[in-house]
């Protein structure tokens, strides 16, 4: 009986179907029991021992809502997506495909903290290159790279109008993130392929601004100025605050996620408010709001993917990582769902591979290009 109600849980656990309360228990043992040894969990005696293992754990806690959400950003062991195709993979171990992946030219490292500043002047600072210190002085504000490798702004004067008018940019290639505090304090963290543009002394005209590309997070600094966001379909205004703004020209929409404060996001003539916990998508200048897992939207910031998408997505987020060139196969499976968690620090192969346990795509990967198919089994 004891082992029947573990597959029935973990089967609707796998499909979707289970309830929060059912998946913070398969959470919640996963986290505390894990796969100590995936490697010995190679026969039916194995998997049936999991099922039982993880019954007694719901047995012993009763009430489902008095389980601790177990925080999966400083479980830095867990190096695997969370129970993808686990049922699959072993329950038709005579089924099982081969685990390898095609032969790799080179092995796929994940991506690192750098980015290049732009200054007014046009000189182009490689920061991952660039010595702890101060950097650059222009109209009044020092630009210094901390001894943590922050890039800090400073302003030692008053600008006038012209110095206002100068812009900085903070750019991110493929496979870099970086953070920087600009001159007003506020703290910006830069996703992989973004750009950050914004003045010297960003509070002339009685107002921040900002121009973003791409995806950052937001700790706006409290200031009687309001902080203006820009992208190019939409401005958020804020005073103070913690936000995220994914806007990847790729993607269909815009995401604008609120952790703290409140924001108030102009698309055109439309306008939408915003309170925490709360994501606006803005599709050709139409916000739709719905509640939003927050811990998921700034996921990358702690160092981990959490994937809840389908597979195109979830590939796209990878090829900014992992810097690489995706071709999609006319018949791989763009809109299979998949969801978890992974390491950001894995190698690109070992994400693939857990991917390929779904039984539903499978990859080939020639020098930086990763080939997306249908699974052939």
Not at 281 to 295: A, F, K, P, S, Y
Request: aromatic share 10%.
């Amino acid at each position: 009986m004891h082992r029947e109600i573990g597959k029935q849980l973990l089967d609707r656990y796998l499909d979707g179907s289970a309830t929060e309360a059912e998946c913070k228990v398969v959470d919640t043992w996963y986290a505390t029991q894990g796969f100590k040894n995936m490697s010995s969990f190679d026969n039916m005696e194995d998997y049936e021992r999991i099922k039982k293992e993880m019954w007694e754990t719901l047995r012993r806690d009763g009430e489902y809502t008095q389980i601790r959400r177990f925080r999966w950003r400083y479980a830095t062991a867990v190096a695997a997506l969370l129970l993808i195709g686990f049922v699959w993979f072993y329950t038709n171990k005579e089924q099982s495909p081969n685990d390898d992946l095609p032969v790799v030219e080179r092995v796929i490292k994940p991506g690192t903290t750098g980015a290049t500043l732009t200054l007014a002047d046009g000189r182009k600072i490689k920061l991952a290159e660039a010595n702890a210190g101060e950097l650059a002085e222009t109209s009044g504000v020092t630009v210094s790279k901390s001894k943590d490798g922050l890039l800090v702004y400073e302003i030692k004067s008053i600008g006038s109008k012209a110095s206002a008018e100068q812009l900085n940019t903070l750019s991110t290639s493929k496979g870099e993130t970086y953070m920087m505090i600009l001159p007003d304090q506020s703290k910006v963290w830069l996703n992989a392929a973004s750009s950050l543009t914004f003045q010297t002394n960003i509070r002339y005209g009685g107002f921040r601004k900002v121009k973003l590309e791409g995806e950052a997070y937001f700790e706006v600094a409290k200031d009687k100025l309001p902080f203006i966001v820009e992208t190019n379909s939409q401005s958020v205004d804020v005073l103070g605050t913690h936000f995220n703004i994914d806007a990847y020209n790729e993607q269909e929409g815009v995401k604008t996620t609120l952790l703290e404060g409140a924001v108030r996001i102009t698309s055109g003539l439309h306008q939408q408010y915003l309170k925490p916990g709360q994501q606006a998508i803005n599709r050709g200048g139409q916000l739709e709001v719905h509640n939003q897992d927050t811990e998921a939207a700034v996921a990358w910031k702690e160092g981990y993917f959490k994937f809840n998408d389908n597979l195109k997505t979830v590939m796209q987020v990878l090829a900014r990582w992992y810097d690489v060139e995706l071709v999609f196969a006319p018949d791989a499976p763009i809109q299979t769902k998949l969801w978890g968690y992974i390491s950001r620090a894995n190698n690109l192969d070992d994400v693939l591979r857990q991917l390929e346990r779904t039984h539903q795509v499978s990859f080939a990967i020639v020098g930086r290009k990763v080939i997306v198919n249908k699974a052939k089994y």
